[in-house]
């Protein structure tokens, strides 16, 4: 039986709210996507210019195929996404250094602060209810096409994935994508991701155990600007 990566990504979502859910102090839950929220349709660009005033041309181009080293990556479909969520400078004024990352769920976006006002802003998918969470946090770690390991709850209710005890090697299946940035506080590993998602139709909704996913091409972009030990701010929703 082949185990198709949706189908590891709807397991892992539920093993991982079990597994933080015995686990006090933990800041959130590990989050995978639980499928495409019913209601998002494909919504059209009218003529060749988005409502935030991108051309057509320039969003298929900022969302166009990566020659990734490791694997090829296709682009986005971006009539699978609402223009408000493509990338874009915008202004935000805060305290906070450059480089800080500010998650705000209420609204789906993610922001990179640049300094002078302004901070690079992405489109995201969150937790869904019942898995919102706010809290200070850290980039503990970083992957390029990280290796992802089933928990021993997950395989005792689907034998088929046992082959993957000792980890499913990084690529286009693998439920944490081209790259990941892993969130720790005080040293331990809070079991929270962003993470790259290959589910346009997801972004701008809550559909997460908790994790927060950005287009792959936005994470690559946000994963080559961010060093460990970058501060990261997760707003009330």
């Not at 000792?166 to 990941?180: C, D, K, Q, S």
Request: aromatic share 10%.
């Amino acid at each position: 039986m082949i185990v198709t990566g949706k189908e590891i990504r709807d397991a892992e979502a539920l093993d991982g709210a079990v597994r933080a859910a015995r686990e006090p102090g933990i800041l959130h839950r590990r989050s995978f996507l639980l499928g495409a929220t019913a209601g998002i349709g494909a919504l059209a660009l009218g003529g060749c210019v988005t409502n935030d005033g991108m051309s057509l041309a320039e969003a298929e181009k900022l969302y166009g195929a990566v020659p990734d080293k490791r694997f090829p990556i296709p682009a986005v479909d971006i009539s699978q996404v609402d223009p408000k969520y493509f990338r874009r400078t915008v202004r935000y004024e805060t305290n906070e250094a450059p480089g800080t990352i500010i998650v705000d769920p209420s609204n789906f976006y993610v922001y990179r602060i640049e300094g002078e006002g302004n901070a690079t802003r992405y489109g995201a998918n969150v937790g869904r209810e019942g898995f919102l969470w706010s809290g200070e946090a850290y980039i503990g770690r970083k992957a390029e096409w990280p290796t992802w390991t089933p928990p021993k709850e997950m395989i005792k209710r689907q034998p088929e994935v046992a082959k993957y005890a000792r980890g499913m090697p990084g690529g286009p299946e693998n439920p944490l994508g081209a790259r990941t940035l892993y969130l720790y506080q005080n040293g331990v590993y809070t079991l929270y991701t962003l993470y790259s998602t290959s589910d346009p139709e997801s972004i701008g909704s809550g559909v997460t155990s908790g994790c927060t996913g950005l287009l792959t091409q936005d994470m690559i972009d946000l994963y080559d600007r961010t060093p460990v030990k970058t501060k990261v701010i997760v707003l009330p929703a």
